[in-house]
Nanobody, 120 residues
Framework: QVQLVESGGGLVEPGGSLRLSCAASGSIFSINVMGWYRQAPGKQRELVAV???????NYADSVKGRFTISRDNAKNTVNLQMNSLKPEDTAIYYC??????????????WGQGTQVTVSS
């Protein structure tokens, strides 16, 4: 069984920082891509940032310069450092991974989400 577990969400004031972490566990051969998505109430889910196993990254325009994604391939974890947080960053943040369990078995998995609230 493959599981993704997020941690690090919480309540912060505007301008504050949070660090989210996601750990993948189970029968995993390799993880090609890991990333973070978010969904605010009444809005569609959107990509925040992704990172490949080779270290290439891509960010949403709204978070460039404020968020940094990183991963530890040996530990199958991905992190999201969020600085200069704004109220519009408030959302449930979901970890996502495209991984290979066996040859020809590429699949995507999702974590259960962690709440991030930015408010004064």
């Amino acid at each position: 069984q493959v599981q993704l577990v997020e941690s690090g969400g919480g309540l912060v004031e505007p301008g504050g920082s949070l660090r989210l972490s996601c750990a993948a566990s189970g029968s995993i051969f390799s993880i090609n891509v890991m990333g973070w998505y978010r969904q605010a109430p009444g809005k569609q889910r959107e990509l925040v940032a992704v990172i490949t196993k080779g270290g290439s990254t891509n960010y949403a325009d709204s978070v460039k310069g404020r968020f940094t994604i990183s991963r530890d391939n040996a530990k199958n974890t991905v992190n999201l450092q969020m600085n200069s947080l704004k109220p519009e960053d408030t959302a449930i943040y979901y970890c996502n991974a495209w991984l290979v369990k066996t040859l020809g078995s590429l699949s995507d998995y999702w974590g259960q989400g962690t709440q991030v609230t930015v408010s004064s």
